[in-house]
Structure formats: structure tokens, C-alpha cells
């Protein structure tokens, strides 16, 4: 690929902290990655946060007057709101207007945008959503799936192997990668009747190395890209995140607890803060759908502008390493 | 009110909608068109859930659409499909054509 300007299409109504956040992350992107940039969203709500009220040039604001709110209904709402903010992200990315898509809304919306738009790519029942997970001293280990497909077929399953181990080839080059099948414990014959039939599914699948465990998130040298249903990989996921969140509360806490305690921060905290940058979801950049006919990246509810530059960090990433060709070329033509 | 129909093209019939969600079925769904008869049933039978049932709307109102002018699918009549007959007759009835 050429490392010509890309264009991301960014959902500007999408999150928490819409448009405001997502305005400024897009500003920063065309500044700081020198990308284009078009913003898809109400315009008087997305003008209101640019500077001066003029866009840069490589900044396009694109009027649309429907917004997919977080408890839509997901398939339901692309439908009927084809003038939504994702929506038309999603057609961009379709027309090729744009090489990826960036919505940090409702997760649902956009995984079905995406399918909906884009299609999937041939042999690939469902797309699933491919998250980093970070491992110190390491590359990070991918999971897949997040949350796209909650109710998955044993096939489907590998499947997601299959696109977890080429993403994980695209985006960190590594040459083979091995895959663990999440389940309640490593032996074979563990877990409920889909893992058992996964398991005996992915036996002859490359890099295999069968059921990992939760424990073994974060852990160097246990399995390079983690497949699961959408279901217990979103609940893996949010449990991790929370526990990283609790933990770095009660590190923070105890430096501030006594004044030697207060003493000793002032030398590890600003040590501690730059490791902690590993794991800050709004430094990682966002999770990609894998399985549709172009890249979209799911970036959290709560982005901050800070969080939409990391998205748009992969995004560009993702482009330039032709993950959706990769995927196309390889997991649709395997056995 | 029927859609408008391409006078060029002709009109689909019943045969012609069933083999199209067939085609576009077995692309969705990953599986060989021959499972797809016309007694089977979305759920049970071929595993379809509501996104797969959206994703062949979609289709049909793509492919169809380019043939009949104005050919949407309303999301309320999908609850009453269960079949791939149930479908090819709802199609038939759009179209304003005998079934």
C-alpha cells in the first residue's frame, strides 16, 4: 500500500462524549497523523466545536440529520435511519469515499452498518470484533470476538480463529500465530458443549494450542490471538477493564495515603503513569470489526478525543497492512 | 399499492423470487442452496437469526428493486415470515402478482 493520505470516516454523534470529544479527536488526527478526514453528523451540533467554525481542509463536515441512539435497536435502527451519522460512515466506506470507518456509538449500530453496507466478505457466516489485549514486555495478544456475535455457531468460531491469526499476522507481524480457545480450564474435554465442539473444530487448524483460561490474559507466550463467542468475550473483557481500573485506583490511593507514602510517589508515580499508558484504552486505539467487506473500527462508548487519534492510528494501520484483503485472500478460501 | 414494475424486464414469478432468496440465503447463511426448499423453516431449519433475515432483505430489496421500482420490505411483516415459502409468498403479494 502507499503511505498516500488515507480518508477515515468518522461518526461524530457517536458516544458519550459526542460530538464535542469526537470533534476535537478528529481535528487532532488531521493535524497530528495527517490523514483526511470526513465527519458525518449534525452540522450546526459538529461546527459548534471547531475553532473559529471553520474546518481545515482536510476536514469535510457531512450534514446528516439522524442520530442511532445507544438503546436502539441495532439492525432495526440502520434500517430505518439511513441518514444516521454510522449509517453513512459505513456507505462511505462502501461508495470508496473513504478507506475505514471510526464510530465510537452504539457498538450494535455499528457492526451492522458495517455488515449491512459493506457486506461480508465470502465465507464468513458473522463478523467479529478484534480487540487488543495488552501483555507487558510484549505484543499484545488478540481477542476475538468482543461482542459483535453474541450467539455464535461452533463454525463461526473458527472462523474468528481464522481472522484473529491473520490480524494478528497484518498487525504485528507475527508469522504464526497460536490460538487458544477460551474455556474454565486448559484440558481438552473442559468447557460447555460449543467449546467441546470448537475444540475438536480447530484441532487441525495452524497454531492451534487448545483451551486457555482467563488467567491467561495479559500472560506472554500462552496464545497469541484468544477466540470465544461475542458473549463471555465481552464479559472477559469488561472484567478485565474493570479490574485494571480497580487496581490502578488502589496503587494511586496508597500513594497518597501517608506522607511517606506521598514521599515515594513523587518518584514512582510519574514511572508508573508512562507504564500505565499500556493499558489506557484511550492509548491502544480501538477494536476493529473483522469479516466485512471493509474496516471499521469500533472505538469505546466513552472515547475521548484523545481515544478517536488512537482509533484513527489503527485505522490507518489497518489500511496500509490491507487487512481486509489479507482476510479475503486467506480466511475466505480456508478449508 | 404494487410497486411499479420495469416494463423492459417483465414481471418476477414465484419461481424466479424463490430461486433469488435462495441464492442470496445460501451466501448469508453459508450453506448449500438445495437445504433452502420452501418448507423450511428461517429459524429452525436453517439457522437464521433476525440480522441474517435483515441481511436478506436487504438483498431482495437491492436485487429486486433494480426490476420494481418502490420494492421495500416493512421490518413489522418479518415476525409473520417463518417459512421460505412464507417469504416467496409475502414477495409474490408486494409485487402485486397472483401467487
Known amino acids: 500500500m502507499s503511505d498516500s493520505p488515507i480518508t477515515i470516516a468518522i461518526d461524530a454523534m457517536g458516544g458519550d462524549n459526542a460530538p464535542g470529544e469526537i470533534v476535537a479527536g478528529a481535528l487532532d488526527a488531521v493535524a497530528e497523523l495527517g490523514v483526511r478526514v470526513e465527519l458525518y453528523g449534525q452540522l450546526e451540533a459538529i461546527l459548534e466545536h471547531v475553532p473559529g467554525g471553520i474546518a481545515p481542509p482536510d476536514l469535510e463536515v457531512i450534514d446528516c440529520r439522524e442520530v442511532v441512539a445507544m438503546d436502539d435497536e441495532p439492525a432495526a435502527a440502520v434500517r430505518r435511519k439511513k441518514d444516521s451519522s454510522v449509517v453513512r460512515c459505513a456507505q462511505a466506506v462502501r461508495e470508496g469515499r473513504a478507506e475505514v470507518m471510526i464510530s465510537a456509538g452504539n457498538t450494535g449500530a455499528a457492526m451492522a452498518a458495517a455488515l449491512l453496507r459493506m457486506g461480508r466478505i465470502p465465507g464468513i457466516a458473522r463478523p467479529a470484533i478484534a480487540v487488543p489485549v495488552p501483555v507487558p514486555g510484549h505484543h499484545p495478544q488478540v481477542l476475538i470476538d468482543a461482542g459483535a456475535t453474541v450467539d ?140 466485512v467487506k471493509g474496516m471499521c473500527v469500533i472505538s469505546h462508548g466513552s472515547s475521548s478525543s484523545r481515544a478517536i487519534v488512537s482509533a484513527a492510528r489503527v485505522a490507518r494501520e489497518c489500511v496500509r497492512a490491507d487487512v481486509v484483503q489479507r482476510l479475503r485472500e486467506t480466511v475466505s478460501h480456508a478449508g | 399499492m404494487p410497486a411499479e414494475t420495469h416494463v423492459e424486464q417483465g414481471p418476477l414469478g414465484p419461481d424466479e423470487i424463490l430461486g433469488l432468496i435462495r441464492e442470496r440465503l445460501s451466501e448469508i447463511l453459508e450453506i448449500d442452496e438445495t437445504t433452502i426448499t420452501r418448507e423450511a423453516t428461517f429459524a429452525d431449519d436453517l439457522g437464521a437469526d433476525s440480522l441474517a433475515l435483515i441481511e436478506l432483505v436487504e438483498a431482495l430489496e437491492e436485487d429486486i428493486g433494480e426490476r420494481t421500482v418502490g420494492f421495500t420490505v416493512d421490518d413489522e411483516d418479518l415476525a409473520d415470515l417463518h417459512t421460505v415459502g412464507d417469504a416467496v409468498d409475502y414477495v409474490v403479494a408486494r409485487l402485486g402478482q397472483p401467487g
Do not use: C
Open chain 1, 152 to 291: 455464535a455457531a461452533p463454525e463461526w468460531l473458527v472462523q474468528f480463529a481464522r481472522m484473529g491469526r491473520e490480524y494478528a499476522r497484518a498487525r504485528w507481524r507475527i508469522e504464526q500465530p497460536s490460538i487458544g480457545l477460551l474455556s474454565n480450564g486448559e484440558e481438552e474435554g473442559k468447557g460447555d458443549e460449543l467449546r467441546k465442539t470448537v475444540f475438536d473444530l480447530l484441532r487441525k487448524e495452524a497454531g492451534f494450542v487448545g483451551n486457555v483460561e482467563a488467567s491467561d490474559f495479559m500472560q506472554p507466550n500462552r496464545a497469541d490471538v484468544i477466540v470465544t463467542d461475542g458473549f463471555t468475550g465481552n464479559v472477559a473483557l469488561k472484567a478485565l477493564e474493570s479490574a485494571l481500573r480497580s487496581l490502578a485506583g488502589l496503587v494511586f490511593h496508597t500513594l497518597e495515603s501517608t506522607e511517606e507514602a506521598r514521599a515515594a510517589s513523587r518518584v514512582v508515580l510519574p514511572l508508573l503513569l508512562e507504564a500505565a499508558e499500556a493499558y489506557d484504552p484511550d492509548l491502544t486505539g480501538g477494536a476493529v470489526l473483522l469479516g
